[in-house]
């Protein structure tokens, strides 16, 4: 069973380009996240989905940061334009399970590497 | 609100060694959950454990145990005879019952060397 596919894994731009991430979730999961890692702030949360509405955005750094999810196999990240300090790992991870005791683990991509020359 | 410490930003060891990983969390609520993860150096984040708070029993899996102890809400990992291969960084994360998502620690980094 393929696991949460993310692309590209790596991205060096230049500052004021947009971005876009992209990111598969392991088929059947109702959740999607969007997660930053940063050495400084460490493993943040941007935004989640559950069946393809946006649930919670707050950790979503500015106006510049949009995500969208327009089916249940397909999630994008965007950043326009982007900055030095948006630098980053970006995470996509999903899971099943609902919010009760069966809620499943989180399975992780293997994230996208972003550099903003 | 929800937070995840884990105190310890490194440690070395030399191969076979034990080594355990704390972590200490805050909730109020009751029901929540926590989890650990393995970052290696290849960057994934691999799930290695969930503990429900209504379920105190300690887990052991091959070379890796956890220790849960409600009554001062740590959630330590231990890693017996460790290998090369067990160097990463090792993340502690918590999610309460009212919530979807997961709130991580600022992660461990074990170094094991031959």
């Known amino acids: 069973d393929a696991g949460v596919i993310q692309s590209p894994r790596h991205e060096v731009t230049e500052m004021g380009q947009e971005v876009t991430l992209r990111c598969k979730p392991i088929s059947g999961h109702d959740y999607l996240f969007w997660y930053r890692q940063t050495m400084m702030r460490g493993l943040e949360l941007l935004i989640y989905?559950?069946?393809?509405?946006?649930?919670?955005d707050s950790g979503m750094p500015e106006d510049r940061f949009s995500a969208k999810m327009p089916n249940a196999s397909f999630s994008t990240l965007k950043i326009q334009p982007s900055e030095p300090r948006d630098s980053a790992v970006y995470f996509c991870a999903s899971r099943g399970g609902g919010t009760g005791p069966s809620r499943g683990e989180l399975f992780f991509g293997e994230g996208s590497r972003l550099t903003v020359l | 609100a929800q937070k995840v410490t884990q105190a310890q930003t490194e440690i070395s060891v030399v191969e076979k060694e034990d080594v355990t990983l704390d972590c200490v969390y805050e909730?109020?609520?009751?029901?929540?959950?926590l989890f650990w993860y393995k970052q290696p150096p290849s960057g994934e984040l691999v799930f290695l454990i969930r503990r429900n708070s209504f379920d105190e029993q300690n887990e052991i899996s091959g070379r890796y145990s956890w220790n849960f102890q409600k009554s001062t809400s740590s959630f330590n990992f231990t890693i017996t005879a460790s290998q090369v291969v067990d160097s990463a960084v090792y993340f502690c994360?918590?999610?309460?019952?009212?919530?979807?998502?997961?709130?991580f620690g600022k992660g461990t980094m074990l170094l094991v060397s031959p």
């Open positions: 909730t109020r609520d009751t029901t929540y959950y």
């Open positions: 994360a918590l999610s309460e019952e009212g919530y979807s998502t997961l709130t």
């Open positions: 989905f559950n069946n393809n509405v946006p649930i919670d």
